[in-house]
């Protein structure tokens, strides 16, 4: 079964719209942790935000927020005023059996999502 | 900040050759990841290292190995190439809760 699921395989926004990318994730886990990566055309992953299961806050980062609704095992992101450099891929991954403050632990992503911004 | 440091970034092989990739993890940082990407495809965990010791081993060929050296630098080193390791090779590295990747290397197989 798949971990991760990343429904739409591609998404559009209108620039300084806001924008939101799915991922579900299935575990048995109590302990896991939820991330996000941005990996545009040159290839780079570049990390954006982490959500640990038993984090009662959803997590920000700037532009970027997770909305986290455990019961339902979502992690979506949403990104707010969409610049054109947003455009790229974007990857869910789920780490399980995280032991909240430490690192140890392999990545799982889903398929991902390209997100374009118009101008 | 420093960042994971990957070498090569591009690296051209023939079938049936060896070839070796190189991280360096942000200083301090106690765990090491490996991961391929094949084209159009999403990451996947080949191994990793905790404080110098495998701590994981995902679905890596036996051609492949690798180890973490005493300055926590690791290698990914890899024999008998196939068409089919073409990939995007990435190292991660992590000490609390986020993982960082590496810019990777991108490894050409003809």
């Known amino acids: 079964a798949q971990k991760i699921t990343q429904t739409q395989p591609g998404m559009f926004v209108q620039e300084k719209e806001a924008v939101t990318l799915d991922c579900t994730y299935d575990t048995s886990d109590q302990s896991y942790g939820l991330f996000w990566y941005k990996q545009p055309s040159s290839g780079e992953m570049i990390f954006l935000i982490y959500q640990g299961s038993y984090d009662e806050q959803n997590a920000t980062e700037g532009r970027y927020s997770l909305n986290f609704q455990k019961a339902r095992k979502s992690a979506n992101l949403v990104i707010s005023a969409s610049q054109l450099g947003d455009s790229a891929m974007y990857f869910c991954a789920m780490r399980e059996g995280d032991a909240g403050g430490t690192s140890y632990g392999k990545l799982t992503f889903g398929q991902g999502t390209i997100l374009t911004v118009h101008p | 900040a420093a960042g994971v440091i990957q070498s090569p970034r591009h690296l051209i092989k023939e079938k049936r050759e060896t070839a070796t990739l190189k991280c360096y993890p942000i200083p301090r940082h106690d765990t090491v990841y490996w991961y391929q990407q094949g084209p159009g495809q999403d990451p996947q965990f080949l191994i990793s290292?905790?404080?110098?010791?495998?701590?994981d081993k995902g679905s890596i060929p036996d051609r492949f190995s690798a180890q973490q050296f005493s300055d926590y630098h690791s290698e990914l080193n890899m024999s008998s190439l196939e068409l089919g390791d073409s990939a995007l090779y990435f190292c991660?590295?992590?000490?609390?809760?986020?993982?960082?990747f590496g810019p990777g290397t991108r490894l050409t197989v003809l």
């Open positions: 290292f905790y404080e110098k010791m495998q701590s």
């Open positions: 991660a590295s992590s000490l609390v809760n986020e993982q960082f």
